[in-house]
């Protein structure tokens, strides 16, 4: 009989009682499950100190499943076994890319997903600098612009936080120059401000925006996206663009895959998994090829 160990963050987005109770329901129809809620790093290794052998469940959103993560990769414990995700942040971008369900029944049917389904290698960014991972995306320029403006109006508003962050990071963006190299190529150089570096192991951000719309996280590869769109009507249709995934279309955006990126120049800000880190003068990620397993649907696939 299988045993979880339930992770559970008090800062996701969707904890309310019932939400959770439903989807521990569904596990425990399959086996004991134990809940563990974490709020600190020292905490977080407490409770990864007592997992054994049994499958760990992580209860929230990007946030939280880049915080386990992380800590699972410096323990150096990401292959040992499988997990399982129950979607409970304010945007579940990195869950809706893999196909997993988001809605009002999002936890209880991705419970339902983590006793059914199979085992399936999921990518992972590596930071160069830091020797932190990125699960989902990593942003520079108006992506961190709009995680930072949104920050307080995603407290008080939820979802509505991303919009009001993107609102503002289109009509006043920041500028940046830097150059990115993508395996050794130099795709953009800093010679030019340019509106947006997007590095995508996913594809969605900030509630449900297709960035990086070709990312899957099990390909082996990043995808790297760079806007050097400039005017506010360009600025305007690109934001329409990035909504419906079309972006990468357009003649000032250029957009590659690879398995190594590194960005360098003026001081920039980046948000990666929604966390804000900077300034900084350089940053490079490389991919780390299915560096952990997530129980997913047995018919589907990551980013299907």
């Known amino acids: 009989m299988t045993s979880y160990l339930v992770l559970a963050s008090p800062a996701a987005g969707n904890t309310d009682d019932t939400t959770i109770e439903e989807a521990l329901t569904v596990l425990r129809a399959a086996g004991p499950v134990e809940v563990v809620t974490t709020s600190s790093p020292e905490e977080l290794d407490r409770a990864l100190d007592q997992r054994a052998e049994r499958t760990l469940v992580i209860a929230g959103g ?13 323990r150096g414990e990401l292959d040992r076994g499988p997990m399982g995700l129950l979607p409970l942040g304010t945007g579940n971008d990195f869950a809706r890319g893999l196909g997993l369900p988001v809605g009002p029944r999002g936890p209880a049917d991705a419970a339902e997903i983590i006793v059914t389904g199979r085992p399936h290698g999921l990518d992972l960014l590596l930071d160069e600098e830091e020797g932190t991972v990125v699960v989902n995306n990593v942003h520079a320029g108006a992506g ?21 962050g993107a609102f503002r990071a289109i009509f006043s963006p920041e500028d940046v120059r830097v150059s990115v190299h993508v395996d050794g190529e130099l795709i953009s150089t800093d ?3 340019v509106l947006q570096v997007a590095v995508g192991n996913g594809s969605y951000v900030g509630g449900g925006a297709p960035l990086t719309p ?15 769109t400039r005017s506010l009507g360009s600025r305007l249709t690109y934001a329409a663009g990035v909504v419906i995934g079309r972006h990468p279309q357009r003649g000032d955006v250029t957009y590659r895959r690879g398995q ?19 300034p900084h003068r350089r940053r490079a990620w490389r991919i780390l090829p299915a560096a ?6 047995d018919e589907g696939s990551a980013g299907a």
Request: charged share 30%; proline share 4%; aromatic share 8%.
């Open 191 to 193: 010679a030019r401000p």
């Open 62 to 74: 990007d946030g939280s499943l880049h915080a386990v993560l992380d800590r699972l990769h410096h």
């Open 144 to 164: 961190a612009d709009a995680a930072h403006a949104g920050e307080s109006w995603k407290e008080r508003w939820g979802r509505i936080g991303y919009a009001i």
């Open 214 to 228: 070709d990312a899957r996280p099990d390909d082996g590869d990043l995808d790297v996206l760079i806007a050097a």
């Open 292 to 297: 952990y397993s997530l129980l997913l649907p």
């Open 260 to 278: 190594r990126v590194e960005v360098s120049g003026e001081d920039f800000w980046c948000s990666a998994d929604g966390e804000l880190t900077g």
